[in-house]
């Protein structure tokens, strides 16, 4: 049960585990109870008559175990009362436990995600996340900046142009002078001096993990949903002015919103159909339609 209160990362990765183990023990819970009786019915009849006396470790149990029997059969209200007693204790004792099972990993590099407005170029995008690559050079504890700008189409991990990481590298432990924290307050401070962008610091490995679990690099995700993107993003600016006041957030940012819209769909699938009429060819209207973006370009 304590690694369900688990936050963090290790809440992340041991809370299935922890449902796991709930689950387990109910299952063994009912089948101690139904099956494993019948089991022993039928399988340790004709051995249990040869068993003559108990195992030392069985006697001595019972001697705990009788005489408190008895005294719970004799007063029963006060069993019941003792362990009520015993289950209110626990629940006082709850809000004190922690809820960091390790301390924060130190992998020592920062990831710095960065986006842009939707609509910017990828020149656009590599010219705002070099301002930033040299507004952090020379940081207190950064041993060197890479920045990476959008991921291939064919990756395993696909980003869009207007995304940018700065992997940034920390010197070693023993020559550092500020600790993690510190260094991050300091990269946020200097990345208001880059207006437009909007951008999150966690690590490599965190970055990960949280992406595979929740399909963001946050910690907290608000997740709305709907088929207007209008209306979507309306309600997301909404949320992130209600978001941004709460004491203790920090990195809060709005996911762009990106797709094809229906009357898109519609016309393309129009200028397909006509050009296929024009044509009688499906290759050569697929070539023309293929052609389009290089001529707009």
């Not at 494993?36 to 001595?60: G, H, M």
């Not at 029963?76 to 709850?94: M, Q, R």
């Not at 207007?228 to 909404?238: P, V, W």
Request: charge should be neutral; aromatic fraction near 4%; charged fraction near 20%.
């Amino acid at each position: 049960m304590p690694l369900l209160f688990l936050t963090g990362l290790e809440g992340k990765i041991l809370a299935p585990f922890a449902i796991t183990v709930v689950v387990l023990m109910a299952v063994g819970l009912v089948l101690s109870l139904t099956l494993t009786p019948a089991l022993c019915y039928t399988l340790l009849r004709k051995v249990a008559p040869r068993l003559k006396e108990d195992s030392w470790l069985a006697r001595r149990c019972e001697r705990v175990y009788e005489p408190v029997l008895r005294g719970s059969l004799r007063r029963p209200l006060l069993a019941v009362a003792a362990a009520a007693g015993i289950f209110v204790l626990s629940l006082v004792l709850l809000p004190f436990l922690g809820t960091e099972l390790l301390p924060r990993m130190d992998e020592g590099a920062l990831l710095l995600q960065m986006n842009t407005p939707t609509g910017t170029s990828l020149a656009e995008t590599d010219r705002v996340a070099s301002q930033v690559t040299k507004v952090l050079q020379g940081g207190p504890d950064i041993a060197a900046i890479i920045q990476p700008t959008g991921r291939a189409e064919g990756s395993e991990d696909p980003m869009p142009v207007t995304t940018a990481e700065h992997i940034i590298q920390l010197v070693p432990r023993d020559k550092r002078k500020h600790t993690i924290p510190e260094i991050e307050a300091w990269v946020r401070e200097q990345l208001e001096k880059v207006p437009g962008v909007s951008s999150s610091i966690t690590t490599p490995l965190n970055m990960r993990i949280d992406e595979s679990i929740s399909g963001t690099s946050a910690a907290l995700a608000l997740k709305i949903f709907g088929s207007d993107l209008d209306t979507l993003a309306q309600k997301g600016a909404d949320v992130q002015k209600v978001v941004e006041k709460i004491p203790g957030v920090v990195d809060l940012r709005l996911e762009q919103l990106e797709g094809i819209t229906a009357a898109f769909i519609v016309s393309a699938l129009l200028v397909f159909l006509l050009l296929y009429i024009a044509f009688r060819s499906i290759r050569q209207a697929l070539l023309i339609i293929a052609t389009i973006p290089l001529a707009l370009h």
